[in-house]
């Protein structure tokens, strides 16, 4: 004989199932999370592990380059650049300072990208700096050419090394191990600001030596304003010079007019697309009396 549900029954296995179904669809749901997880575990673990192959390799090739090169203080004198009329100026006290001579034949012959090498005091920056045809090359290619999201120090690929434009702009990642322009950062604290001697910038050519006396030290958002490498004219060039001035956040008071040229670095401070830069105007030159 056939029989036929009650409508209690009937509601019951209605329940059962109902609630079979969310178990299932929960048990999915868990495992999709884990997989999820575990996804963005490796990718990390992968992340890091080539953050930390590529700061390694950054590593290994700088103390490469300073066992090989030829580095000498110079105190031999050089041609002083636009020299202010007042003698109390800070710019005298500067320009006493030797010069840090680089020969870059080696560096050359390893990479023929490279143009000088640029030293700050008080920070990792020790590098030869080297220009390519675009901006981007160097962004993921260190100084091997080998590729590396570290990248490597470089020269605008807008800029004339030979015959400097009004602003001369060199870039570098901010890593955080501080290798390339990651020791920059320390440029915006009190102590490293503190220390008069800090505010010069040293860079070595194939045909002169060069120290530049920093005026501007700030943060902020990427803009292509602070990185102009000519100017139309003395206006717009004094407008600019005024700009970077009251950017400054540093305890200096360097005097920069529009005869000046200008070297402006250029490096990331966070991931947020804020920006370390340092501003310095030419002081001093000296011609090499051979070519690297």
């Not at 179904?21 to 999709?32: A, D, E, H, R």
């Not at 636009?82 to 001579?101: D, G, L, M, Q, V």
């Not at 000519?230 to 717009?236: C, P, V």
Request: hydrophobic share 30%.
């Amino acid at each position: 004989m056939r029989k036929y549900l009650t409508i209690e029954e009937y509601y019951k296995m209605q329940t059962t199932n109902t609630e079979n179904n969310k178990k299932i669809k929960v048990n999915k749901l868990i495992c999709f999370l884990i997989l999820l997880c575990l996804g963005s575990i490796i990718f990390s673990l992968y992340t890091i592990l080539n953050w930390y192959h590529d700061n390694s390799k950054i590593r290994q090739i700088t103390t490469e380059i300073n066992k090989n090169i030829d580095i000498k203080n110079n105190s031999k004198k050089g041609i002083l650049i636009n020299p202010p009329y007042n003698r109390n100026s800070n710019y005298y006290y500067y320009a006493k300072t030797p010069f840090y001579e680089v020969n870059l034949s080696i560096l050359v012959s390893k990479n023929s990208d490279t143009v000088g090498f640029i030293r700050i005091r008080n920070t990792n920056v020790n590098y030869p700096v080297v220009q390519a045809d675009d901006n981007n090359y160097y962004l993921n290619h260190s100084f091997d050419k080998k590729d590396n999201k570290a990248g490597w120090v470089f020269m605008d690929y807008r800029n004339d090394i030979n015959n400097l434009n009004e602003n001369t702009i060199i870039y570098g990642h901010g890593r955080l191990d501080k290798t390339l322009f990651g020791s920059l950062k320390d440029t915006l604290s009190p102590t490293w600001q503190k220390n008069k001697d800090n505010y010069v910038i040293f860079l070595s050519t194939k045909k002169e030596n060069m120290i530049f006396q920093i005026f501007s030290i700030y943060t902020i958002k990427s803009e292509g304003y602070y990185i102009i490498t000519n100017f139309s004219n003395k206006t717009k060039k004094q407008k600019w010079i005024q700009t970077m001035k009251e950017r400054n956040i540093a305890p200096i008071d360097t005097e920069v007019n529009t005869n000046d040229k200008f070297l402006t670095l250029s490096t990331c401070l966070n991931n947020q697309g804020e920006r370390i830069v340092i501003q310095a105007k030419l002081i001093k030159t000296q011609k090499k009396s051979y070519y690297n």
